[in-house]
Every structure is written in structure tokens, then in C-alpha cells.
């Protein structure tokens, strides 16, 4: 039985997360700040269960506070690291470019001196997609140059890869770096797109469609991404850059249809130019994952944005009641 610590443990992916190392019989550590990106009391709900679990603790804290992360090595050593805690979105981190560093580069190397210092025996550190901006050879490859990043998260994401192997090489630290592909799912994020189009749809509101709806996404299940996670625990050695995606682009406007249809609604669209830092198209190639970590995606769009509908409307309506 392992002992694992999750930063950002309350937020969407991290609260699967920890359940499911729970599931497994994992002892586990969550870190987290709770701050005001979203309302805290949706993170705080996200793990109300996982509490009640004996092999689980919570330690509030900010990533870059170092008394806050060797608080949680106080009480046990800590085997497995899952970083996950970061300021998140491409628009926010172009009006907030500082702040974006500040949490996702620094934060990053504060974790890995105490992953250093306490000699964990692995580092899952969680990367992005965006990290290869436009990138014209399609599917992505994780061989492929990422050098041209075109938004400040993305570039944080990139640094923190970096930081990554530094610390691999100099230390010896096992360590993988994570590339998600557009997660969905239930208690997704509210700024990512298939819950906001999700609410503002079933609210008879406007969405907006930005450009002329032919950007892709390789959107990828929750359960698909837990598990490549919880696989890439259990093989964590060396250094190795996978990426967990669907592998399944979707177009923007088969996207908004497909949500329309889930929900029961016609959608409102509003057309608007596409802004600054967002890529054309993401498009996984998880044929190093499959090899080597057994990942097998297997939730097609449709149903996965059936499964969160339903999620949605049974949320709000526990909320309403």
C-alpha cells in the first residue's frame, strides 16, 4: 500500500483521482488551497465523501508555501507525488501572466525540492496538451518539438516539463509527465466548455462559438484519464512524457450539437472571432501510452457527454431542491 499526495486534490480531476486510489486501497494525501478560480465550496463538495475515508487527510495550503507542503510529510513519508494543483486555463493566464508562473513554475519547483529532499520514489507531474501550440504535424507526438507554446499556461506547462527532468537527472528522481488532452466529465470545471455550453444550453442562453466552428478537440473522458493516471503511478521510473488522450478530435460545432442533443435543447449560438492563445486543433497520438502504460480510452464523445448531462441535471436539481 502506497501513500500518495495529490496537490489539487478538491478540483475536478484530482477528487476522481483520490477516490479512485481510495477504491484501491491507497493511503492518501490531498493539498489544497482552495482558492477563488471557482467557488471553493463546489471543491469542497467534490470530496466530502473521500473524507469519511480513514486512509484519507487533507492539509489546506498553497503549493508554493513551504511549511505548508512539509506539513503533510510530517506525520508519514509520502511514496508517490501527483501534482496536479496549478492555475488552469489558456484566456485567464494572457490577462494574468505573472500569476500563472508565480503557481505553475515556481509552486512546481517548490513540490519537486520536497519530493527531492524526502526521496520519493515517483513524480507523476500533470502537463497539458497546449504545451504543443499549433502544432502542424498531426496527432501530436510526444517526440515532437514543443517550443513555439502560444499562452502563458501553456508556457508554464512546458517549464514545468522541464523542471521535471532536471531534477530526474540531477537527483534521480522517477519521474512522468502527464499531457491531458481537454478532460470532461462530472464535476468538470465551470469555464471549460462542455460545462459551460452544458449550463447556458439548458438555461435557453447563448453560447458562444468562436471562429467558424471548425476547431477540434480531442476531448477525453474522466474515467480514461483516472485511469492512465493510476497506471502511470503504478509504472513511474526514469523519465517518460506520455500523452492521455481520446485520441478522437472533435469538431466545435459536432461538439455544441452533440451537448444540444444530450440535453434536449436547441442551442443559441453567438459567433465571435477566435481569440489569442487558443490552438486550431489537439489531436493525441497515445501510442506510447498504450505500449507502455496499458492505457486503452474506451468512452466515446456521445456517451461520456450523455453520462455528464445526466450528472449535470441530477447536480441541479439536489441544487434547486
Known amino acids: 500500500m502506497a501513500h500518495v499526495l495529490v496537490t489539487g486534490g478538491a478540483g475536478f480531476i484530482g477528487s476522481h483521482l483520490v477516490e479512485r486510489l481510495l477504491s484501491l486501497g491507497e493511503r492518501v494525501s490531498i493539498i489544497d488551497s482552495f482558492d477563488d478560480f471557482y467557488d471553493p465550496a ?10 469519511t475515508h480513514a486512509q484519507c487527510r487533507l492539509y489546506e495550503g498553497d503549493i508554493r508555501d513551504p511549511a505548508a507542503l512539509e506539513a503533510a510529510w510530517v506525520r508519514e513519508p509520502i511514496d508517490i507525488v501527483v ?15 505573472t500569476l500563472y508562473a508565480d503557481v505553475n513554475v515556481i509552486g512546481t519547483v517548490k513540490l519537486l525540492e520536497e519530493a527531492r529532499k524526502h526521496k520519493c520514489r515517483g513524480f507523476i507531474f500533470a502537463s497539458s496538451s497546449s504545451v504543443y501550440g499549433n502544432n502542424k504535424k498531426i496527432p501530436f507526438h510526444e517526440d ?5 507554446p502560444i499562452s ?4 508554464t506547462k512546458k517549464a514545468g516539463e522541464e523542471f521535471c527532468y532536471t531534477y530526474h537527472q540531477l537527483y534521480d528522481l522517477p519521474m512522468t509527465c502527464l499531457r491531458f488532452f481537454t478532460v470532461y466529465g462530472a464535476r468538470c470545471r465551470p469555464d471549460l466548455a462542455v460545462a459551460k455550453f452544458t449550463r447556458l444550453i439548458d438555461e435557453g442562453k447563448p453560447i458562444t462559438m468562436y471562429g467558424d466552428g471548425s476547431m477540434r478537440r480531442d476531448f477525453t473522458y474522466i474515467d480514461d484519464i483516472i ?50 492563445g487558443d490552438v486550431d486543433v489537439t489531436y493525441a497520438d497515445v501510442s506510447r501510452a498504450r505500449k507502455e502504460l496499458a492505457y486503452n480510452p474506451r468512452t466515446p464523445f456521445a456517451e461520456g457527454i450523455a453520462r455528464y448531462v445526466a450528472w449535470f441535471q441530477e447536480s441541479h436539481a439536489a441544487t434547486v431542491s
Open 42 to 51: 463546489v471543491k469542497r463538495r467534490n470530496i466530502e465523501s473521500a473524507l
Open 144 to 148: 515532437d518539438r514543443v517550443d513555439h
Open 152 to 155: 502563458p499556461y501553456a508556457a
Open 83 to 97: 501534482h496536479l494543483a496549478a492555475r488552469a486555463g489558456v484566456r485567464p493566464s494572457i490577462k494574468h501572466p
Open 227 to 276: 485511469d492512465g493516471v493510476v497506471r502511470a503511478i503504478q509504472r513511474c521510473g526514469a523519465f517518460q512524457v506520455y500523452n492521455l488522450g481520446e485520441s478522437q478530435p472533435i469538431v466545435l460545432r459536432d461538439m455544441i450539437a452533440t451537448i444540444a442533443k444530450a440535453v434536449g435543447k436547441e442551442p443559441i449560438i453567438e459567433r465571435q472571432p477566435q481569440p489569442p
